[in-house]
């Protein structure tokens, strides 16, 4: 099915593990993006890319990096996971640089830090 | 910058009633506005947006909304629920002519139908 992949789906890590979320779009888009949704807060932009090779800050990047492989694929790593980045990660693309079209999202990333 | 208010956290409503869940947003230059809708346990989907022409907007399932320029609103509105229609529904807002798409949401309200 055409659309966004994330995985894994659910995750469990110690504080001060990695990891990377991986995130691939089938659509030729070439904007995508990473979002972090917590309860009462909505979702925040911690990443983007607005093609392939660059990559930019959002509202809330602190203990992230990002990485767009190729125009597919847009992974987000945790280099030193801490409770604080308990929460579900979305990945979402978009069609092209205007600004009209919306996303298409991922079904997420439950990651749970202990 | 743009910034979005949800001012209702969560809906609670009878199945078959209508209803309204109210988004105003803020911002300095023309924007386009939509509309996403979260089942339980699942990715966002496009509800329905606004980018520019008739201020009424249909979506999927139903859906309504309304663009009200002087009142900087986007109110969703659904003339009769369904038990179906219990999720979380975000207002997002994105600014014309910047070259490049990048959503601010608000923080959601969640639509609970009873039945």
């Known amino acids: 099915n055409a659309g966004v992949t994330q995985t894994p789906k659910f995750q469990v890590l110690k504080t001060g593990q990695s990891m990377t979320l991986q995130c691939a779009q089938d659509m030729n888009h070439n904007s995508m993006y990473w979002y972090r949704q917590d309860p009462g807060m909505g979702l925040r932009l911690i990443y983007y890319s607005a093609s392939e090779g660059t990559t930019d800050k959002g509202e809330v990047p602190n203990g992230y990096n990002v990485s767009r492989l190729n125009k597919r694929e847009f992974s987000l790593r945790l280099e030193s996971a801490a409770p604080s980045q308990t929460s579900v990660y979305f990945c979402?693309?978009?069609?092209?640089?205007?600004?009209?079209?919306?996303?298409?999202f991922g079904s997420g990333t439950r990651l749970t830090v202990v | 910058a743009q910034s979005v208010t949800q001012l209702d956290s969560q809906v609670p409503v009878f199945e078959e009633a209508p209803v309204e869940l109210r988004c105003n947003y803020s911002?300095?230059?023309?924007?386009?506005l939509f509309w996403y809708v979260q089942y339980p346990n699942q990715g966002l989907q496009l509800l329905l947006k606004?980018?520019?022409?008739?201020?009424l907007v249909k979506g999927i399932n139903g859906f309504e909304a309304e663009f009200n320029k002087s009142q900087t609103s986007f109110h969703l509105r659904k003339p009769s629920v369904h038990i179906s229609d219990t999720a979380e529904y975000f207002c997002a807002v994105s600014s014309m002519n910047t070259g490049f798409q990048k959503l601010v949401f608000g923080t959601g309200t969640r639509l609970l139908v009873s039945p």
């Open positions: 911002s300095s230059v023309s924007v386009y």
């Open positions: 606004y980018l520019s022409g008739s201020t």
């Open positions: 979402a693309s978009s069609e092209d640089d205007s600004n009209g079209y919306g996303y298409t």
